[in-house]
């Protein structure tokens, strides 16, 4: 077993040559309240936390002038316990509300 607050400080870790982030397997109940879908279990294998990169001085700068410019929305991960996960098979991010989150690296979540 793993505890929630252990299993999202692990999905944050990065590697300690370069800092690029560590794969983990998750599996969680998908939930859309919008299309009134639920329930379903989806397992994901060699999946990383998206926005985990390592950012040069130039990266950070750019980065940073790109969000003054287009007025970049703010997800308010935080508030909404959410976090975007980048799948590598389809390259896709997908949000994921961490609370929905049952096995994290094969182990059960506890609350």
Do not use: C
Not at 16 to 26: E, L, R
Not at 35 to 55: D, F, H, N, Y
Not at 57 to 86: C, D, F, M, W
């Amino acid at each position: 077993m793993i505890v929630w607050k252990e299993a999202l400080r692990q999905m944050r870790q990065t590697t300690a040559k370069g800092g690029f982030p560590v794969p983990f397997s998750i599996q969680f109940v998908q939930a859309d309240r919008r299309k009134r879908i639920a329930g379903k279990i989806v397992k994901l294998e060699s999946v990383t936390q998206s926005g985990i990169r390592p950012l040069t001085k130039a990266t950070q700068h750019k980065q940073r002038l790109h969000e003054i410019v287009t007025g970049k929305k703010n997800p308010h991960h935080y508030e909404h316990s959410t976090v975007n996960i980048y799948n590598p098979v389809t390259q896709r991010n997908i949000k994921i509300h961490t609370r929905l989150i049952t096995k994290f690296n094969e182990q059960p979540v506890i609350y």
